[in-house]
């Protein structure tokens, strides 16, 4: 729909839903300004753009730091297009300039570009064992990284988010070797591709839906950069009116790979030890995301459906004689995640107002040796013994499992909190 690109196309998630959902629910729900929506797993802000869209106060809650910066990116619309515009292509000069005194140009893709090895910029060691090997080429990675720096140095403070941002859009599309598929993989490399240009297009379509949205700029949007099971006291208690989200799937999808390339270029991971500690702010939802110390299993020691269908993955495992460690994992894991949603949503309910419509975009899943497990009726099941009204199951679309070639189905659980 061409409703669903202004703003969301500055920097998307591939696995993210579409805009025209959001606007369907909060019809639904009877959203008004009055109303402040949450989002609680925002990703890169596809409800936060929509609520500001609409004129309706929202905040959000992201636990990746990249995936946090472009929800604050593309919710600031304060940004004047003409200056943004014009600082961009000031920082290109200075970098053409930097990178034709190395006798580099950037135009078009050179072909000699093993040529310049010797001399090209390289991520610190810790910072490239964090990459899929081969997920850019020494020669754009050498000018992504002239890029990052002067933006850093010389954009203007006010636009630095935004011209970031561009780069990260630029970095996993054009730039980089990735694609992207049911999982994240690496392409044949390429010696070299512009940067400069993809970037300053990228600033371009930025600056073109600022000025469709500029009305809505003093919309108030928030972000905050927490973890949803425990993170939630930043919110006012009863100020929540309306929820709408989708949480991370039970598979063995690592999110964080997705976007592990921008990621790092950025900053915003540096070290193993930094990954670890973001990873340990994530619902469990996969087994690279498991550690010893986690115990949200426990919330759901109880539960007699996950306990049904995390016993039914073992003796798959045991039959199959699958001994590996991740695969030891899959059991527990599906624990921690149902334990995990079940925190969250006993911490929310201090900070929902009586009636308060919710929304929760989850899918079926099937990759923990074909065990299907129904991810919306559990969910539903978890909320109903919180207190919660189970409105609603509804289907959103399926979609073709890898592993079983069946058809999945991804719902919308409407819950409602009656208060009290």
């Not at 106060?57 to 472009?70: D, I, K, L, Q």
């Not at 599309?173 to 392409?187: D, K, Q, R």
């Not at 690279?288 to 919330?299: F, G, L, Q, S």
Request: proline share 5%.
């Amino acid at each position: 729909m061409a409703e669903d690109q202004p703003v969301h196309g500055w920097y998307r998630f591939v696995l993210s839903f579409p805009p025209h959902l959001v606007r369907h629910y909060l019809d639904r729900f009877v959203v008004g300004r009055d109303c402040t929506v949450l989002d609680p797993f925002c990703g890169t802000g596809t409800v936060l753009v929509e609520c500001k869209k609409l004129g309706v106060p929202s905040v959000g809650m992201e636990a990746h730091p990249m995936a946090h910066f472009a929800s604050w990116v593309k919710t600031d619309w304060a940004v004047e297009a003409d200056e943004l515009r014009a600082d961009a292509r000031a920082v290109a000069r200075a970098v053409e300039e930097e990178l034709a005194a190395a006798g580099i140009e950037d135009w078009f893709a050179q072909p000699q570009a093993a040529k310049y090895h010797d001399e090209l910029r390289q991520l610190p060691e810790e910072e490239e064992k964090l990459l899929l090997k081969g997920s850019i080429s020494p020669l754009p990675l050498h000018k992504s990284l002239v890029l990052r720096d002067r933006i850093r140095a010389n954009a203007d403070e006010r636009l630095r988010g935004h011209e970031l941002l561009a780069l990260a859009h630029a970095l996993c599309g054009s730039i980089g070797n990735l694609h992207f598929g049911p999982e994240v993989g690496v392409t044949k490399p390429k010696a070299d591709a512009p940067v400069i240009a993809p970037w300053l297009g990228q600033v371009e379509d930025m600056c073109r839906d600022l000025g469709q949205v500029e009305a809505a700029a003093a919309v108030p949007s928030k972000v905050h950069l927490g973890d949803s099971r425990s993170g939630l006291g930043v919110l006012e208690p009863g100020s929540v009116g309306a929820v709408f989200t989708s949480p991370p799937y039970p598979n063995e999808k690592d999110y964080t790979r997705i976007i592990r390339l921008e990621s790092v270029l950025l900053g915003f991971v540096r070290n193993r030890a930094e990954l670890r500690a973001m990873k340990k702010h994530l619902v469990r939802s996969n087994t690279r995301t498991v550690y010893k110390d986690d115990d949200d299993d426990a919330c759901v020691e109880d539960n007699r459906e996950v306990s049904r269908v995390a016993e039914e993955i073992e003796r798959r495992r045991v039959d199959l004689g699958k001994t590996s460690g991740f695969e030891r994992q899959y059991a527990k894991v599906t624990k921690l995640y149902f334990g995990g949603m079940k925190r969250h949503l006993a911490g929310l309910r201090p900070y929902l107002a009586p009636g308060a419509s919710l929304g929760y975009v989850v899918g079926d899943q099937a990759s923990f040796f074909r065990v299907l497990i129904r991810t919306g009726e559990i969910l539903a099941g978890i909320a109903r013994g919180l207190g919660y009204e189970v409105i609603d199951l509804d289907l959103f679309r399926t979609r073709l499992a890898t592993a079983t070639k069946a058809q999945l189905r991804e719902e919308v659980l409407v819950l409602r909190w009656p208060g009290g």
